[in-house]
């Protein structure tokens, strides 16, 4: 027999842990979803729309075998798609929904983009028509092959809703050859607070039934400004104390930081901060941030970087000087161990107050990865789109602009316009060598080219081409090929160098080598080391070069970003000229020696080819090197270089994966969209690595309580972080077949944790040399 809240037909959400609790009403939480959406989505003006969606996403639960299923009965009911198809109904002209009440067309086109985010609230965002690998795709198939009679007619006295004037307002449309682009950006962004409100309020009502309140509160920006401000002005004014007797690059740096904060005022829009690696962008981006944020109310600030092993860098720089009592409130995202992979039954785990940040991006000040934020901006899954409405209305500072990578350039740049146009952001372009401002003007002029953007870019940099010029330090020369014996031979002449290569199998060959000639001084850093034992070297090579004692490093380009280290010469293996500007950022970087006694040696190392991509780079650079000869890290070098590669490139090379043609409008202008198969194709990492953790002592607790299941993986992945490597799946499979290495768990962690066993494949100098595995002087 039926509990008799079923026979008298009072439909819940959500049943409650024990019998004598309350049942989440299905009308209350409809209600209340969708009074959180329109909050959400009113930072962008799109409350109305995400209303709808929030009343609507549920619709399914309207079914009498959902209510048997929520009350112990095994039966399998897909509920996401009924409010997606009552949406389509009142979409099409001629039908009898109770949602119609004579929708305007406008109405009705928006009115789709709610469907989408409907069907999608629990399994992803889907495709219109198959095209993604995964399940869940054909909506319209799925939405024609939907049965209405299984929804109890009680679903339209208890939903009162309609579907007019759902027109965001201020929406700006740009170039009608990416409407369709538009149109599903702005369906992610109605996912967003559909799936985050639809989370919050069901954890609303778990969490008053056990008597907890979820750690979510933040203090506002707005809140944290004054003192934030008050701290970077006096740690600016001291520094410029300290540095008054120095040389020129400290005066520069402090012209640059004042100049940029005076356009702090400028309309929110979009902004190129064109600046010499070691010309203080960090500060000086943030200096502008945080007057930005004042002077426009705005709710965050997120500072992307293209590197997680730089995150923990910047976020200590900005806790430094901002104090700790702002610097609290900054939250990391980059956690390299895949939260959202967990099993399902670690949904409503007891989570901290920083793991809840990561998934809502809650925080005033967001330190994260490009990858985060792009691979976000283009998902499917509920999981990674929450953060999204998060957002907008934030200043969003793009560290190291040129590394995105060259396929997605152009999605890249038509969803941080979009972000500028329709959600009231600011987006930074932070870069030595800015190829943003010239994009639009160095390749085709054709409507339909992805990187063309409707926005103004505005320079925040006093006279990029001068600057570049009174931060000469070095010079740049090349020496065309050269082998490691060369090399070594060379670097015996050199007590304080830095060498820079394009693989870690390189890097690796080139310190061994040095090691055999007994040179002093020599050190090896590449990502074979885990985050610990990388930040542990170079504070040793930084005390090395500061007591002018031998100091050799070897390198691949991760050096070549956010770190601070001054070498009196550098040689960089032939890469892009973006990579070279970034090597030369290492050498002389304080201005302390003359530039002719500072060099920059650009070789092309032999029998090591780079891969595929770092090659036609190269080529880009040698194309123009001949031109620019004389000063290659000049503004005109720059620009020459980038004129290359985008004409290499054209508008199909910075789409490569055609993410802009998977939205179309149909001849209602209707979005017929493959939001599944876009996730699936934008991937910033091509060829993605796995972690592997390597023990230490400093983490054996950690491990402990993993193993014995007394510690929630979140927590853990955010302690081990600074413990893994690393690897391709097929060198990690390896390990695994030669006992090398095993999971934690497997039968409750999946395979999120793998430990390296054979601990003697690992030692700080060379870090993870997994090509040994099988080698009987390792096993034995």
């Known amino acids: 027999m039926l509990p008799k809240i079923m026979s008298e037909k009072i439909f819940a959400a959500h049943s409650p842990n024990t019998p004598n609790q309350p049942w989440h009403l299905l009308k209350d939480h409809l209600k ?213 007797t120095q040389n020129f690059v400290e005066d520069e740096r402090a012209r640059v930081h004042n100049h940029v904060r005076s356009f702090a005022s400028l309309p929110k829009g979009v902004f190129s901060l064109t600046v010499p690696t070691g010309g203080g962008k960090t500060l000086t981006s943030l200096g502008f941030a945080l007057d930005h944020a004042a002077h426009h109310d705005l709710r965050r600030i997120i500072y992307a970087i293209p590197f997680t092993s730089i995150i923990e860098q910047t976020a200590k720089t900005f806790r ?11 939250l990391e995202h980059h956690s390299a161990i895949e939260l959202n992979n967990f099993p399902a039954d670690h949904a409503l785990e007891a989570r901290s107050k920083l793991n809840l940040a990561m998934e809502d991006w809650a925080a005033p000040l967001i330190v994260t990865t490009t990858v985060q934020l792009f691979e976000s901006l283009f998902a499917a899954r509920p999981s990674r789109c929450r953060k999204l409405h998060n957002i907008a209305r934030s200043i969003i500072i793009i560290d190291e602009v040129q590394s995105l990578p060259w396929g997605l350039m152009g999605p890249c740049i038509q969803a941080l316009d979009n972000l500028a146009r329709n959600y009231e952001c600011s987006v930074v372009l932070c870069t030595a060598t800015q190829p943003i401002n010239q994009l ?19 320079e925040l940099a006093p006279n990029p081409s001068a600057l570049v010029q009174n931060f000469k330090r070095v010079v740049v020369r090349l020496a065309g090929m050269c082998d490691d014996a060369s090399l070594v031979e060379t ?7 830095l060498v820079i290569v394009n693989s870690r199998t390189h890097a690796r060959e080139l310190f061994q080598a040095l090691k055999e000639a007994h040179l002093e001084g020599v050190t090896h850093l590449s990502t074979r080391q885990h985050a610990t034992d990388r930040q542990t070297i170079l504070e040793e090579v930084g005390h090395h070069l500061q007591n002018n004692e031998p100091c050799r490093l070897i390198a691949t380009s991760l050096i070549e970003a956010g770190v601070d280290l001054d070498f009196p010469t550098v040689w960089r293996a032939e890469a892009g000229l973006a990579n070279i500007a970034q090597a030369a950022g290492r050498c002389n970087r304080h201005g302390k020696r003359p530039p002719e006694d500072s060099i920059v040696t650009v070789f092309t190392p032999k029998d090591q080819p780079a891969n595929i991509e770092m090659k036609r780079f190269a080529e880009d650079f ?116 030669n ?34 595995s099988n080698t009987m002087d390792i096993i034995l």
């Open 32 to 244: 209340q979803t969708g009074a959180l959406a329109y909050k959400f989505a009113g930072s962008f003006g799109a409350g109305p729309l995400a209303q709808c969606a929030g009343i609507l996403h549920d619709l399914g639960k309207y079914n009498l075998d959902f209510q048997r299923r929520i009350r112990g009965e095994t039966i399998k009911v897909e509920h996401a798609l009924a409010g997606a198809w009552a949406v389509e109904t009142a979409v099409k002209v001629v039908s009898q929904s109770p949602l119609t009440q004579n929708l305007s067309p406008a109405d009705r086109i928006f009115s789709r983009l709610i469907g989408y985010a409907i069907a999608g609230h629990h399994a992803g965002l889907p495709d219109w028509r198959q095209l993604s690998n995964e399940g869940g795709g054909r909506l319209k198939e799925r939405l024609e092959n939907f049965q209405p009679s299984l929804l109890d007619p009680v679903w339209e006295t208890e939903i009162n809703i309609q579907l007019k004037g759902l027109i965001p307002q201020g929406f700006k449309f740009g170039k009608k050859t990416w409407h369709g682009f538009e149109f599903a950006f702005l369906t992610r962004m109605i996912f967003s607070c559909l799936v985050d409100s639809d989370f919050k309020d069901t954890e609303h009502y778990y969490a008053t039934l056990e008597g907890r309140i979820p750690p979510r509160d933040w203090p506002s920006l707005s809140m944290l400004l004054p003192q934030a401000l008050t701290a970077l002005n006096e740690r600016m004014d001291a520094f410029r104390t300290i540095q008054k």
């Open 320 to 330: 430094s000087v901002l104090g700790s009592e702002v610097g609290q409130h900054i």
């Open 440 to 458: 639009h003007l160095n390749t085709d002029t054709q409507e339909n080219n992805p990187l063309r953007i409707q926005s103004q870019v505005t």
């Open 491 to 497: 670097l015996k002449g050199s007590p304080q160098a």
């Open 622 to 737: 040698r194309r123009i090197e001949h031109i620019f000869k004389d000063d290659l890290l000049s503004l005109e070098a720059v620009e020459g270089y980038f004129r290359e590669v985008t004409w290499r490139l054209g508008a199909q090379g910075v789409d490569e994966n055609e993410i802009l043609s998977l939205f179309t409008l149909d001849h209602n202008t209707m979005l017929e969209g493959q939001f599944r198969t876009c996730a699936e194709r934008f991937k910033m990492i091509k060829d993605r690595n796995l972690p592997i953790i390597i023990p230490s002592t400093e983490i054996e607790q950690v491990l402990t309580d993993l193993d014995q299941r007394k510690i929630w993986p979140s927590q853990a992945a955010r302690e081990l972080q600074r413990f893994i490597v690393q690897i391709s799946p097929k060198d990690r499979e390896a390990l695994i077949q």
């Open 739 to 772: 006992g090398a290495a095993h999971y934690i768990k497997p039968d409750f962690y999946g395979d999120q944790f793998l430990l390296l066993t054979r601990t003697a494949l690992y030692n700080r100098d060379i870090g993870l040399e997994w090509e040994r």
